[in-house]
């Protein structure tokens, strides 16, 4: 009886839940659900009632009537609305696992390195609160670097730059732990918000997150081209002197000037790494290189451009999106093993 309508034990996940977006891979089938991190959500009766959730939210930014708003429940890495996030995981859960379960799921979550321990408890308990029967937290740039295929049992060092939305997470491994790590809190986000203002400021234009977005993805690049003003795109947006729509030609020379700032904090961060380390990992790094990981991995150049200030190689993941995700998931995948059991936070 209770068989035809509800499976007897959920399968454990393994949620990458990003500033910008939330990865979520099943036990035995990989990485299913890909969406961004954004809620559509009322005000009934003094809550928040969650309309949309993921692509279907972020399509409405910019867009919505007085009593709705659109918002990103995580900032900088972490829970910034409390409420909504929980609404938001729930759905995404729901999603993954349509049909009802007697035994809810086993959950793998990522955390920045940088998290406070009331960070960490606002993951912990927003994961418990959606219906996970017991939660285990891993740090991103371990995640990163095991999804990344570095072998960080190794006593040689490896280190990994993971550039999500929120933060940037540089990390140097051995042994199967973190040697060193900072979070950093500028990544994908920033870069926006850098294209935003430049536009602001040299061409009187304001356009909106999704269109700096877009342009950071179709023509950004960390280094500018060598001649002329290379790739161009056309974006419309409002006058900030007349206050009507206007449409410019946005070059990729322009965007590598707007993202000089962040950029230039990255590498600063990842060069201030080698100054705190010890010697013999950092001899190790120069003979292995660094692995970039994460979606601001993806911006054009940024490889280059690190390559050329700190003198040692950089590499670009195969696929840098998915690795925080699937790292969570081949930690899911032995989970109760010694091997998973280091990669995990203890101290939460």
């Known amino acids: 009886m209770f068989g035809r309508f509800f499976g007897l034990v959920a399968p454990d996940l393994a949620i990458d839940l990003g500033t910008a977006n939330t990865l979520i891979y099943v036990k035995g089938r990989g990485v299913v659900l890909n969406e961004p991190s954004v809620v559509a959500y009322v005000v009934e009766g003094g809550r928040k009632v969650v309309y949309a959730v993921g692509a279907e939210a972020k399509s409405m930014l910019g867009k919505t009537h007085r009593t709705m ?39 793998i979550i990522c955390v920045p390195t940088g998290a406070t321990a009331v960070e960490r408890r606002a993951i912990l308990e927003s994961a418990q609160a959606s219906g996970a029967r017991r939660v285990e937290l891993i740090e991103e740039p371990v995640a990163a670097a095991v999804g990344a295929g570095l072998q960080i049992d190794d006593p040689a060092g490896s280190m990994v730059v993971d550039i999500g939305g929120g933060t940037t997470e540089i990390a140097v491994l051995s042994l199967g732990g973190v040697v060193w790590s900072r979070s950093l809190r500028v990544a994908g986000d920033r870069m926006d918000e850098a294209i935003i203002q430049y536009l602001r400021r040299t061409e009187n234009l304001l356009i909106g997150e999704s269109t700096a977005e877009k342009i950071k993805k179709e023509i950004g690049t960390a280094k500018a ?37 962040p950029v230039h904090l990255v590498v600063e961060a990842v060069k201030q790494a080698f100054e705190q380390m010890p010697p013999e990992l950092a001899a190790d790094i120069y003979d292995h290189g660094i692995m970039l990981t994460g979606g601001g991995a993806l911006l054009r150049n940024l490889d280059v451009v690190l390559q050329d200030r700190i003198s040692i190689r950089v590499s670009v993941a195969d696929d840098p999106l998915t690795c925080v995700v699937m790292g969570c998931g081949k930690a899911l995948e032995q989970l109760g093993k010694p091997e998973a059991r280091r990669l995990l936070m ?3």
């Not at 929980?86 to 999603?95: D, S, T």
């Not at 006058?239 to 729509?245: C, E, M, R, T």
């Open 225 to 261: 081209p060598d001649e002329g003003r290379g790739l161009t795109m056309t974006i419309k947006g409002r006058d900030n002197l007349n206050a009507v729509p206007k449409e410019i030609t946005v070059t990729e020379a322009m965007v590598a000037e707007a993202l000089q700032d």
């Open 346 to 348: 203890q101290d939460v």
């Open 69 to 107: 708003d659109v918002i990103r429940p995580l900032r900088d890495g972490v829970i910034a609305d409390f409420e909504v996030a929980e609404e938001m995981i729930k759905q995404f859960i729901r999603k993954v696992m349509p049909r009802p379960t007697l035994i809810s799921p086993r959950i």
